[in-house]
């Protein structure tokens, strides 16, 4: 509601004369919502509705499905709080750092699925996730960062959908790209309205507030913010970029260790107890003793090799799998 103050002011042309009564509307600017801060509600309000937006356009248009969309477009709902890290207190940090530990381990099923953990790792590791984000995480933000610093900037956009895109692998490489652009997108989204609420249209003329400029930048003040803001950036490039690699990898080397430490089948004693003579409790050694190098008829330790059956004379393969014979 506007608070509008009406002084009335007497200004008396000439002695002789009557008074008369002048009106003057003063309005007071920071009542007005134009030239307020754009808040906790309007933010996470905006970039819902940016949000639902994003997910009809991905559903209707790029052919995603609606599981996928609906999730992009509560990332980007979300990811519109993200900015507010790096205030000293109240709302904003605590809803931004609980939404975000709240989401961030259910996001990473899929990548600690193919890091091969277990169902109580992967508990384990949502538990240390929470922990690490709800208060370590704050509590860094809270010591080195300042409000409207480089965490508000064009190259955080980035870093905030690169880590999306790093949590969240998928085999589709589009649907991993459309959720990681959704975070980037709400991050936008609270960057331009800070920029919006900046600029005062009161009183029939434009003017920047000194705010004005400290929200969509590339650059901050000190050299050093900026070189850390961008050596993140490179090395999330690099990883983002050799991800599909390092999961191969990884996935490999999780099916090696797995065929390593494998427990053999107990039906066959060959490979729990390969020596006849050591005690076997499930399997005497009478049951299972190795033939005699004379003897040709298979045991229990002995395997045939396999032969290829003799060629059929008079024939050739046809490319349809059949024989004709020339």
Known sequence: MLRTRVDVLWIARSPPKRLRPSLRLAVSNSSLPCSALAGFKTHISTSTMVGVAYGYWGATDQGMSLESALLAGGLCSVSGMLPDLDSDSGVPLRETSMFLAAIAPMLMIDRWRDMGLSHESMALAAMLIYIAIRFVAVEFFRRYTVHRGMWHSIPA???????????????????????????FVGFMTHLILDEIWSIDFSRG???????????????????WVNFMVYAKLGVLIYFAHNDHAILDRMRQRIRLDREQYTI?????????????????PVYPASEFQPPSPASTAPGPWQSVPWQAPPPVP?????PDGSFSRY
């Open 157 to 183: 956009a980035l870093i905030a959908g690169l880590i999306a895109y790093l949590l969240m692998p998928s085999p589709s490489e589009g649907i991993r790209v459309y959720k990681s652009l959704a975070v």
């Open 205 to 223: 003329r434009l003017r920047t507030k000194k705010s004005f400029g400290t929200a969509l930048k590339f650059f901050g003040s000190g050299w």
């Open 264 to 280: 053999p089948n107990p039906e066959n004693p060959n490979f729990m107890y390969p020596n006849p003579g050591y005690p076997n």
């Open 314 to 318: 008079n024939q050739v393969a046809q």
